[in-house]
C-alpha cells in the first residue's frame, strides 16, 4: 500500500516543481502547451497551484509517517485519505 501512496506524492511535488519553481522556463511551457506571454501573466496562479500540490505531498507523506510508525495510525489514515482525496 505504501507504493501506492509513494507514487501520488511523487508525482505532487513533481508538479510542485514544475508550477512553483520551473514555470515560464521552456521545457515547463511546452509540457503545459502554453507560450511565453501566458506563462508570464499565469505565474503566480501557477505558484498557487504548486503549493497546493506540495501541500498534498506532504499531507500523503505525513500520514504515513504517522501510520507506519504507529504513532497515531487513525490521524495517518485520515491525512492519507485527504492527500489521495
Not at 27 to 40: P, S, V
Request: charged fraction near 15%; aromatic fraction near 14%; charge should be positive.
Amino acid at each position: 500500500m505504501e507504493k501506492l501512496v509513494l507514487l501520488p506524492a511523487f508525482i505532487h511535488i513533481y508538479i510542485f516543481a514544475l508550477e512553483s519553481l520551473l514555470w515560464g522556463k521552456k521545457r515547463t511551457n511546452k509540457i503545459f502547451g502554453i507560450n511565453e506571454l501566458d506563462a508570464h501573466a499565469t505565474r503566480l496562479m501557477a505558484l498557487n497551484q504548486g503549493f497546493y500540490n506540495l501541500f498534498l505531498a506532504v499531507a500523503l507523506l505525513l500520514g504515513l509517517y504517522l501510520r507506519e510508525m504507529s504513532i497515531s495510525p487513525v490521524m495517518g489514515e485520515a491525512f492519507i485519505f485527504y492527500g489521495l482525496g
